[in-house]
């Protein structure tokens, strides 16, 4: 099962199977946060940005105003998640926590 990422326009191709992916669908966030921090289990990592990528590139784009600037605050964003998924594991939903990251990161991108 091939899914599109909206973060980075490229194609992710999870090694789990599709029944695998689907049951992934109904997982909450800390679990999936839990899963990709102790397991490195990719999917788990994907399952999240699918989910909430566009919230992310929304808020950014709100905030920045440029199709480009939110782009690659998304992608900061997501790449700073994955360096504090261990931290953000205790979590129930992550979405407050990417939409502060994506206010803070658009405005730190518009300063450049």
Known sequence: MVRRAAVSGTMMTPTESPAALNSLADTPDGELLRRFSSRKEEAAF???VLRHSGMVIA???RRGGSWELAQEAAQN???SLSRKAARLAGVTTISPWL???AVLEAAAL???
Request: aromatic residues 6%; positive net charge.
């Open 46 to 48: 994907c399952e999240l």
């Open 77 to 79: 964003v997501f790449t």
């Open 99 to 101: 939409h502060r990251a």
């Open 59 to 61: 808020t950014a784009l």
């Open 110 to 112: 518009l300063r450049r």
